[in-house]
């Protein structure tokens, strides 16, 4: 499992600490749901912002409603390499749900264990890879020949060296991405089959022949 000890936890300040000196518990950055680790689906997600003070302010509460999707998983198939000297001795599962689709990413260690594959069908898929420097890729394609990668606005133009696919390549910063974007997103395509549009997404020129 992909560590993360490069992030430091902030200290809470004597504000912030309990009368009998008990300092509270502080969230990580995975939970996205407020006293819990669960990623919330993006219907979940567009419903706090339409009903939210913050929200309402953002005009989230124009929105058109979602209609209710059920919790059944549209990946037919997952593959999460593993590699062994030279060899690929990874898993392939068939029909994965929610939960084993996240637990291979969690799994992903940027040294054997560096990339998952989402197939919704044979042309749609999306791609999950890295994990060193608790930095994710991740891309994803519907015809096999253009790729849109979630990228993070708020990097600068630098370059991070990540191991995808068994492959050590440098990539630019804005499409490294923490923990919490590639579980969202890998989240929405396994409800849906498509791109969280809550999310920034770019053509990825890279892949274009």
Partial sequence: MCSNSQETTPQ?????????GESPRL???E?????????MT?????????????GKLLGF???????????????FKLSAEKWVSNSN??????????????????ELDGKSKTLVTLKADYETYM????????????????????FDVLIDLSKFDEIETLVVGGQEKNYPAEMCVDLLHCLVAARTFT???KLDGLLSWEEDKSFII
């Fill in 61 to 75: 509460d124009r929105w058109p409603d979602l209609p209710q999707k059920s919790e059944t998983s549209l990946v």
């Fill in 12 to 20: 809470p300040s004597p504000e912030d600490t309990k009368a009998n």
């Fill in 127 to 146: 791609n999950i890879g890295g994990c060193n420097l608790a930095k994710y890729v991740v891309t994803t394609t519907f015809n096999n020949k253009r």
């Fill in 42 to 54: 993006y219907a979940e997600r567009q419903a706090f912002w339409k009903n939210s003070e913050i």
């Fill in 89 to 106: 001795q990874g898993e392939l599962r068939k029909d994965p749900n929610w939960i084993q689709i996240e637990a291979a990413i969690r």
């Fill in 27 to 29: 969230l990580t950055p």
């Fill in 31 to 39: 939970q996205i749901r407020v006293g819990t680790n669960v990623i």
């Fill in 191 to 193: 409800e849906s089959g």
